[in-house]
């Protein structure tokens, strides 16, 4: 919201720099956006208040925060005229989406250029100034935060107003040249089946008040801020009376606009004013609120003196109508459609009181049960394993092209096509960091990533058809000892590598995969990797006085190790481990070893036998 | 005996340490303690010729005077091997640094900031990254509609319902309908919009979310805690400004700002002329929001807060571009 000083100097007197007003609005919500430049304030609005759109609205909050009197435009009601045939223009209302449409003829105007205090205005707010009429709808709108619109009703086709979904097909050129293809979800104006204006967002420039104009037609909407919403956006078009009518706005405001309006334009263009129809037919009811003192207590954590409560309320425009020594019925004044409960209140109490004004109170409740998730503390733990044996930790964004697998999660609404799925193994992403290593010229460590896949199955229209696993993956080019060596650290003995297709075997244990492995990298479930977890590991306390004995021998092309490993332990159920020491082309030098062994002769030849069945042949026996 | 026993020791001492080589060694032990013709075998070899008295006698001095060469032998032996590899190193070169593990930037500050809240009784939150709208929007009181739910900003997996979480406070909403007050839980977690990757902006970037909910917890309360936090990540002399701020999820709201390091308030390139840089945004969970996980807001009370973690990772390491970060463009020194 940009606020010219010139302009904010109408409603209310600081004696104050520019600087120090700007951190007033800060501090109340309204917090400065950009540089301050000529004298205007950019103040950046993310409340849900179409109040704080206007210039008066933020005059406001501001005065009751600096405690001085608000100024506001002293507006003089005129008589109007009761409509005659001649005068009159039919509304028609063919959408829910309008809530009131209030409307008023003037005729014999004299459209000419603004005077120099309404251009002023407009132009440090940074509006054009393009004649009278057209100036006072953007003053009006500036300053009270109710879009209002002119149109010349000499240039109707019939003396008749249509609010009316458009058609397919249908155009309109804007005020500002460009032409618009409309469809049945954007509501128009229309008059003899000409659209118009393209309802809460832009108007023609057929019907628009130029030089030449001399009668037109006023009007005040209010709309359903959804349907605006939408329109702007698949319309592309965002502007000034989009911002103000994307948020709620109170019917009532429009007769407070055109009232505001009527004045000035009877005072700077003259002619005479004549009743039309308004279109309200579901009057709003004045919202009430209690605001208990106990509440307030509690919340704020301060003791706040009824009193001053009530005097911060009621400068913000709140009625008081009912009151007990406990809590207090407020009415909400018409230009607040932002409140929902009671504590929206003593938001307001409080933020005109200051925040920086309350005291620091440390939390003195005892400290609540403990419920982090074990798998969170494990990640936690996993990551200094990981980093203790070289490992590097990175994070990808998991979001990346399609690569068509059904199971694949898609996203509905992507930008960019090479973001618009979601990984289904952590190596999907983490294989794009090596390339950086390349770059910098730096060899590549162990590099490893902790985060979650995602699958999909069944149709995806559930949210339990969508599955979310961590992950570990690790990329290295000894994958097999940095396997070994994680294991080792976890306490993890017992695993075995299976084959699972020509580039990657299976991590198990027992029966259940933990992963899957290929020669240069790992990937491996967090949660069963938990499972099988044992923190406390590692300590040497007793000498191994271990008995071992060597093989040399030669595995046959259709065999792999983890058939020679089974064989192994089945003929000796004593085997406590055993070792790889060399790989050459089938050829393995393996040691096992032996807690006790009563017979070392004996079990040799077992070996030798059972290896024999299976053609390995063994050149250490 | 005696004399010939500590003559022998004698010379081999002098020998030993006029030995400046592994060849000179290896004849000083052949010299005396050869099987054969060792000086110090010889006189263990005249052992049974002595008479019982002698033997009692010189019997443990002739031992231990074999097992003391031997074992100067060795730590010659090894003092020798050590000398050579080391030949006068010039320790004034500085080492060579190996490439080291290392952890994430966004993982180091996150369990910067856990450390600190494990300390003040805070739980760690986890909750799905595909989430519903009820939890990421509904419950946090964002009603169909709101320009908070607006498409543009939303990644969604199935529209309408199912979405890649925009905030991590879709987990403060997990954990609220699913554990009852007391609660204090922090979230770290990753979170998605629908933006496109420039420096500061990505579709993907990290949330770092707190919560507390008990009887009788009031905003000053919310107050203190984050000004401690702010002390522990920017230390004591860091100067705040707390201010209104509006979400739709909490009321009152409450933001806070850091005072400018660069200009000390007084505006500067770097805080675009504010004075002040934004750091995070907080406020008391919403009445409807505790009513909407079925925590009774007459009861209980509680604040909540949020910060984007990516821009503090990335000014503590000094990293300009997000993309970086995430991207898959990060090396390790």
């Known amino acids: 919201m940009r606020i010219p000083a010139l302009w904010l100097s109408d409603y209310l007197t600081l004696d104050k720099p520019l600087r120090g007003i700007a951190a007033d609005f800060t501090t109340i919500g309204l917090m ?37 009197p608000l100024k506001e435009p002293k507006v003089k009601l005129h008589q109007a005229r009761p409509k005659t045939s001649s005068t009159a223009i039919k509304i028609n209302v063919q959408t829910p989406a309008v809530r009131r449409f209030n409307t008023r003829v003037f005729r014999g105007l004299t459209v000419k250029p603004s005077p120099s205090w309404l251009k ?17 709808t953007n003053f009006v709108m500036l300053e009270l935060g109710q879009p209002i619109h002119a149109q010349d009703t000499d240039k109707f086709m019939e003396p008749e107003i249509t609010l009316r ?15 618009i293809k409309l469809d049945p979800h954007v509501f128009v104006l229309s008059s003899g089946d000409r659209v118009t204006v393209i309802g809460g967002i832009v108007g023609g420039k057929q019907t628009g008040v130029t030089a030449s104009s001399t009668n037109i037609i006023l009007d005040a909407g209010n709309y359903d801020p959804r349907v605006i919403r939408t329109t702007s956006r698949q319309l592309k078009i965002l502007n000034e009376t989009v911002s103000r009518y994307d948020k709620p706005l109170d019917p009532r405001l429009c007769e407070i606009a055109l009232n505001r309006a009527t004045d000035l334009i009877l005072t700077l263009a003259g002619g005479t004013y004549y009743q039309n129809i308004d279109y309200y037919p579901h009057p709003v009811i004045p919202q009430t609120l209690s605001l208990s003192f106990a509440r307030l207590r509690l919340v704020s954590g301060i003791e706040l003196p009824p009193k001053k409560t009530k005097t911060t309320l009621q400068t913000l425009g709140y009625t008081i109508i009912d009151e007990t020594p406990d809590k207090i019925i407020v009415e909400v004044p018409y230009f607040r459609t932002d409140l929902e409960v009671e504590d929206d209140l003593i938001s307001d109490v409080l933020r005109m009181l200051d925040y920086n004004h309350l005291p620091l109170l440390p939390l003195t409740s005892a400290v609540p049960p403990e419920i982090t998730s074990p798998l969170t503390n494990f990640e936690d733990y996993l990551r200094d394993v990981l980093v203790s044996l070289g490992g590097q930790e990175h994070i990808t964004s998991p979001l990346l092209s399609a690569s068509g697998a059904p199971n694949q999660v898609k996203l509905a609404n992507a930008l960019t096509i090479d973001q618009n799925s979601l990984r289904t193994s952590i190596l999907d992403t983490l294989s794009q960091v090596p390339v ?17 896949v995602f699958t999909k199955k069944g149709r995806g229209d559930k949210f339990s058809d969508y599955q979310e696993t961590n992950e570990l993956g690790v990329i290295t080019p000894s994958s097999r000892d940095f396997l070994a060596s994680l294991f080792t650290r976890l306490g993890i003995s017992n695993y075995h590598l299976l084959p699972s297709s020509a580039n990657q075997v299976k991590i198990t244990i027992g029966s259940t995969t933990l992963g899957l492995l290929s020669s240069n990298s790992f990937s491996l479930n967090l949660s069963l990797l938990h499972q099988h977890f044992h923190q406390y590991v590692g300590v040497v306390t007793e ?35 055993i070792e790889v020491l060399e790989e050459l082309q089938g050829n393995l030098l393996v040691r096992l070893y032996w807690k006790k062994l009563s017979s070392k002769e004996a079990t040799k030849n077992k070996i030798t036998l059972a290896l024999k069945k299976l053609s390995i042949t063994s050149r250490s026996g | 005996m005696k004399t010939t026993i500590e003559q022998n020791q004698l010379a081999f001492t002098k020998a030993l340490n006029s030995a400046t080589d592994e060849t000179a060694l290896q004849l000083l032990k052949t010299k005396y303690l050869s099987k054969k013709n060792g000086l110090t075998t010889k006189l263990l070899q005249t052992l049974p010729k002595l008479t019982p008295a002698d033997k009692r006698q010189f019997g443990p001095l002739l031992n231990k005077l074999k097992q003391n060469q031997e074992h100067a032998l060795e730590r010659k032996l090894i003092e020798l091997k050590k000398r050579a590899s080391s030949a006068h190193p010039d320790l004034t070169i500085p080492g060579r640094a190996k ?48 320009p908070a739910t607006d498409l543009q900003d939303t990644l969604f997996v199935r529209e309408p319902n199912i979405l890649l979480r925009t905030h991590t406070s879709s987990v403060e909403a997990r954990i609220l309908s699913t554990h009852q007050p007391p609660l204090r839980v922090v979230v770290p977690g990753k979170v998605y919009r629908n933006e496109t990757t420039n420096k500061t902006n990505g579709s993907f970037f990290h949330h770092y979310q707190g919560l507390v909910v008990d009887k009788g917890i009031n905003i ?15 230390g004591q ?26 200009c000390l308030g007084k505006g500067c390139e770097v805080c675009k002329d504010r004075g002040w840089i934004e750091s995070l945004g907080s406020g008391m969970i919403h009445y409807h929001t505790l009513k909407a996980c079925g925590i009774n807001p007459e009861v209980y009370t509680g604040f909540a807060f949020g910060m984007g973690l990516d821009r503090l990772v990335m000014s503590k390491f000094g990293i300009s571009d997000i993309r970086k970060l995430y991207g898959g463009e990060l090396v390790y020194s």
């Open chain 1, 165 to 179: 979904p458009a058609k397919k097909g249908e155009q309109l050129q804007t005020l500002l040249g460009t032409t």
């Open chain 2, 99 to 146: 490439s080291a593990g290392h952890l994430h930037p966004t993982t180091i500050t996150i369990r910067e900031l856990n450390s600190f809240f494990r300390y003040h009784g805070f739980s760690i939150g986890e909750g799905p990254e595909i989430e519903t709208v009820e939890y990421n929007f509904r419950r946090l009181n964002l009603p169909e509609g709101h």
């Open chain 1, 543 to 577: 000498y191994a006085h271990r008995t071992s004995l060597d093989l040399s021998l030669r595995l046959p092309a259709n065999l792999h190790y983890c058939d020679l490993e089974k064989v192994l332990k089945k003929t000796s159920p004593s085997l406590q481990s």
């Open chain 2, 220 to 234: 000053c309360h919310l107050k203190h805690l984050l000004t401690l936090v702010h002390q522990h990540l920017f």
């Open chain 1, 32 to 68: 400065l956006d950009k540089p301050i430049e000529n004298q205007v304030l950019d103040l950046e609005q993310r409340l849900n208040r179409s109040d704080l759109l206007s210039i008066l609205g933020c005059a406001r909050d501001l005065s009751v925060f600096e405690n001085v």
């Open chain 2, 237 to 262: 002399d860091v100067v705040l400004r707390y201010r209104y701020k509006y979400y739709p999820e909490v009321s009152p709201g409450m933001g806070i700002d850091m005072q400018c390091k660069f």
């Open chain 1, 436 to 452: 950086a290593y390349q770059k910098h010229a730096l060899s590549l460590p162990p590099i490893f990533e902790l985060g979650k």
């Open chain 1, 120 to 136: 002023e205005r407009l132009l440090a707010y940074g509006v054009e100034s393009i004649n009278n009429v057209v100036d006072i």
